[in-house]
Structures are given as structure tokens and as C-alpha cells.
């Protein structure tokens, strides 16, 4: 059943991007921003593969998820402004998302106020749960999302300089291609692992809170 899952899941993310090309990136990135469980370290590393077979541009491809981060991070920002904590916790767990998560971002925005936005885009999970104590503190939304760009952007261009540089070894490497029919094949086993990893991770974390 998980390994069913799992596969939809992994399809999906090359579907998605496939057929909808940049737009593809800004819808996933921006259900990763939304704190939905669908990682940035799966979905921009397959955005950077198609970039080495020339289906892609890399500094649009990172644009496009910067895009995506933005319009993402809306709902997490809302949902901190209009309910705050008690609806993030009531909810949250639906999505993978429990209170450690909302601790360490919370602290993070404390510490360093409105730049956190910017510093926490540049950082694994608290990246995806930052807007929503700038929503609780009613952060304005010009240097919210100002800040968000500036901070996803890199994050996006790095993942996808990864899965571009992982392609170019798939592409000229007559060993890897003879280990599998295809490339859809290789990825596919790759994001099936990541994903599964990632999952196992949040809800072994879950069931210690």
C-alpha cells in the first residue's frame, strides 16, 4: 500500500512538471511553501534533470520556484494571522506538520524578527514553516514576500544545480544508462526513496509528541 502511495506520489511530482513546464514548478514549490508535505528537495533537483536535457532554463527554473515559494507561502502566513497556533496545532498534524516544527519557527522568528523570513528560506524545515509566525505577527506583506523571494531563490537554484550536475552524469554515462531503460526509471526509484524517507521521518516524529 505505501509502496502504492509512494509511487503515485513520485509520479505525480514528474507529471506535474513535465506536462506543465515552468508553471509545474510554481504550483509544486508553492504546495511546499502551503507546509503540505511535498519537499523542495525532490521537486527542484527533478526541475534541474530537465535543465540538463535543455527542456529547461536553470535560472528560470529557480525563478519558477521562487514564484511558487511566494504564492505558497500565502496560506501558512494567513493561517498564522487569522488563527494563530491553536488552528496551526488543531489541523497541522493532517499535513505532517507537528508542534517541533512550530516551535523551532516560532523561535527562529523571534530571534531575528522580520529578516528570519529571509534568513529561514535558506534553511531546511524551518524554510517551509516560517511564514506562519510572520502571519501571527502580522508581518507586512510587501517585505514578507519580498523577503521570501530573495531567501527561496537560492535555496531553488542550488536544489536545481544539483539535479542539473546529476543529469549531465546520467546523460554521459553509458554505465549508468545500461543499469536502467530510462531516465523516468532512475528517478522515479530516487524520489521513491526520498519521499518514503521523508514520510517515515515526519510521522516517526509525530507518534513522539
Known amino acids: 500500500m505505501i509502496e502504492k502511495i509512494l509511487g503515485i506520489l513520485a509520479t505525480f511530482?514528474?507529471?506535474?512538471?513535465?506536462?506543465?513546464?515552468?508553471?509545474?514548478?510554481?504550483?509544486l514549490m508553492a504546495i511546499e511553501s502551503a507546509c503540505i508535505p511535498l519537499p523542495s528537495e525532490i521537486i527542484m533537483p527533478?526541475?534541474?534533470?530537465?535543465?540538463?536535457t535543455g527542456r529547461f532554463d536553470l535560472y528560470l527554473a529557480a525563478t519558477a520556484g521562487a514564484i511558487g515559494?511566494?504564492?505558497?507561502?500565502?496560506?501558512?502566513?494567513?493561517?498564522?494571522?487569522?488563527?494563530?497556533?491553536p488552528l496551526a496545532e488543531k489541523w497541522g498534524r493532517y499535513v505532517l506538520i507537528g508542534p517541533g516544527e512550530l516551535d523551532a519557527a516560532d523561535r527562529?522568528?523571534?530571534?531575528?524578527?522580520?529578516?528570519?523570513?529571509?534568513?529561514g528560506r535558506l534553511l531546511p524545515v524551518i524554510r517551509s514553516f516560517i511564514a506562519f509566525p510572520a502571519g501571527v505577527a502580522r508581518m507586512p506583506l510587501v517585505p514578507f514576500h519580498i523577503y521570501t523571494f530573495i531567501?527561496?531563490?537560492?535555496?531553488?537554484?542550488?536544489?536545481?544545480?544539483?539535479?542539473?550536475?546529476l543529469g549531465d552524469q546520467w546523460?554521459?554515462?553509458?554505465?549508468?544508462?545500461?543499469?536502467?531503460?530510462?531516465?523516468?526509471?532512475l528517478i522515479a526509484i530516487v524520489l521513491i526513496g526520498l519521499i518514503g524517507f521523508y514520510v517515515w521521518h515526519k510521522l516517526h516524529g509525530l507518534k513522539r509528541r
Open 13 to 27: 511530482i514528474i507529471g506535474v512538471i513535465s506536462a506543465g513546464g515552468y508553471l509545474g514548478i510554481v504550483l
Open 46 to 52: 527533478f526541475a534541474g534533470y530537465l535543465v540538463s
Open 69 to 85: 515559494c511566494n504564492l505558497g507561502s500565502i496560506v501558512a502566513y494567513e493561517v498564522g494571522k487569522r488563527g494563530g497556533r
Open 108 to 119: 527562529f522568528f523571534a530571534r531575528f524578527g522580520s529578516a528570519a523570513v529571509l534568513i
Open 151 to 165: 531567501g527561496s531563490w537560492p535555496w531553488c537554484f542550488g536544489l536545481a544545480w544539483v539535479g542539473m550536475k
Open 171 to 185: 546523460n554521459n554515462s553509458p554505465a549508468m544508462k545500461a543499469a536502467f531503460h530510462s531516465a523516468d526509471a
